[in-house]
Each structure stands twice: as structure tokens, then as C-alpha cells.
């Protein structure tokens, strides 16, 4: 079945560093990849959509300069977030859609656990 | 806008028994598509059934089963036989067919203990 693989799986970084995250499809096209942030024992936030070769779309409330979203490949979508700070800390969970359309579902990473120090 | 509400935060079941989670929505649209995701203690998340709201005839993989209900607006998933495995929490999501922002609306979420 389609497999997205998201890496790191975890990740420590100190206060002011940037990390990315990466996801990638391996086995089908991802048209369209959304990005969620999920704290403990709540529901997944949906922060952005990107498609491919076009500028992610940001939720209400999320901010584009801390959280850049890449999605230059059919294969390939990163989140970066800059200039982290402990309170961005986090579970992060990539989803991608295919370019069959996605009717059955979506597949998701297995998402990163980010601390910031 | 859409919304999705699970009224209940947790829920237990006995292995082997018959466990019904709670799901509604509210939206104006006529069609659209309804999930089921399971997320253990691994937090990868896996689709559990789906539903499309032109099919009148309720889905069924295995053990799982819903009941939807369209003008009610409720989308229950029913867990026959329960096992240890299905331990996790349940999010119940909605997809919209006709904007194009392709997004879920995610639930809340139900915990579901099963036990021995």
C-alpha cells in the first residue's frame, strides 16, 4: 500500500536553531501534503496545505515565517521551522494526497517529535 | 463551516465484546467523504473505514462497522469482538468534495481501553 516516510522521527534542537522536517512518498505521487501538529492527548491541528510547485496555505493563526513549507517535488514536502522555541515542541504529522485523488483515504507519516531546549 | 464532534473522550470495552463510538457532523453539503482513523500508542495514524455520503449502504471491514446516518448527521463506528490491538484513540474526519481544499475536519477524539 502507499507508504509515506517522515523523517526524523524525533528530533532535540536548542532554542533559536532551525529544523526540517522531511516527508516522502514513496510509492505514489503526493499532488497535495498536509501538515499537522498534534499535542499531547488532543486532536491533530491541521497548520498548512502545500501543492506541488505552488505556496503552502497557512490555518488561521499559523505563522508562514516560522513554519516554511516546501513542496517542490511530487514525492518530497519539508516543514521547517525556524528559530525554534520550546513552546513550538510538539508532535508533527505530514498526510499526503494522490493524484488518484485521495477518495480512500489518505496516508500519513509517522510523524516527529520535536523538543526544543 | 464543517465541524465534527465525539462526545466522548474515552470509552472502555471488554475483550471479545461490542464497542459503538460516537461521531456527528454538521455541514450543508450533499456530498462528501467520512473516515474513521486509528491512532495507537505508536501515534501513526490508520485508516480504519471510510464512507461516502451518496452510498446509502453502511460500510463494513471485518470487525469494523458504521452507521451512518445522513440526515441525522452521525457517523458511529461499531468494533465487534473487541481485541487488545484495538486499543488506541479514534478520530472520526470529514472530507468535503466541492471547495478543492481536499482538507480532513478532524474529531476530538475517543480513547478506547479494551480489557482483558
Known amino acids: 500500500g502507499a507508504v509515506v516516510s517522515q523523517h526524523p522521527s524525533w528530533v532535540i534542537c536548542k532554542s533559536g536553531t532551525s529544523v526540517k522536517i522531511e516527508c516522502r512518498s514513496l510509492?505514489?505521487?503526493?499532488?497535495?501534503m498536509f501538515w499537522y501538529r498534534q499535542f499531547p492527548k488532543q486532536s491533530l491541528m491541521l497548520m498548512a496545505t502545500?501543492?506541488?510547485?505552488?505556496?503552502?496555505?497557512?490555518e488561521q493563526g499559523v505563522e508562514k515565517d516560522k513554519f516554511l513549507i516546501n513542496h517542490a517535488s511530487l514525492t518530497l514536502s519539508t516543514l521547517t521551522v525556524t528559530s525554534a522555541h520550546p513552546e513550538d515542541s510538539s508532535f508533527y504529522i505530514c498526510?499526503?494526497?494522490?493524484?488518484?485523488?485521495?477518495?480512500?483515504?489518505?496516508?500519513f507519516g509517522s510523524g516527529t517529535r520535536l523538543t526544543v531546549v | 463551516a464543517q465541524t465534527v464532534t465525539q462526545s466522548q473522550p474515552e470509552m472502555s470495552v471488554q475483550e471479545a465484546e461490542t464497542v459503538t463510538l460516537s461521531c456527528t457532523y454538521d455541514?450543508?453539503?450533499?456530498?462528501?467523504?467520512l473516515f474513521w482513523y486509528k491512532q495507537p500508542p505508536s501515534r501513526q495514524m490508520i485508516l480504519v473505514i471510510r464512507?461516502?455520503?451518496?452510498?446509502?449502504q453502511n460500510a463494513t471491514e471485518n470487525r469494523f462497522s458504521v452507521n451512518f446516518q445522513k440526515a441525522a448527521k452521525s457517523f458511529s463506528l461499531k468494533i465487534s469482538d473487541s481485541q487488545l490491538g484495538d486499543a488506541a484513540m479514534y478520530f472520526c474526519?470529514?472530507?468535503?468534495?466541492?471547495?478543492?481544499?481536499?482538507?480532513?475536519?478532524f474529531g476530538t477524539g475517543t480513547r478506547l481501553k479494551v480489557l482483558a
Open positions: 498526510s499526503a494526497r494522490s493524484s488518484t485523488g485521495g477518495s480512500y483515504g489518505y496516508t
Open positions: 510509492d505514489f505521487q503526493a499532488t497535495t
Open positions: 502545500s501543492n506541488e510547485g505552488s505556496k503552502a496555505t497557512y
Open positions: 455541514t450543508s453539503e450533499s456530498d462528501y467523504y
Open positions: 464512507q461516502e455520503a451518496y452510498k446509502q
Open positions: 474526519a470529514y472530507r468535503e468534495t466541492t471547495s478543492g481544499t481536499y482538507k480532513y475536519i
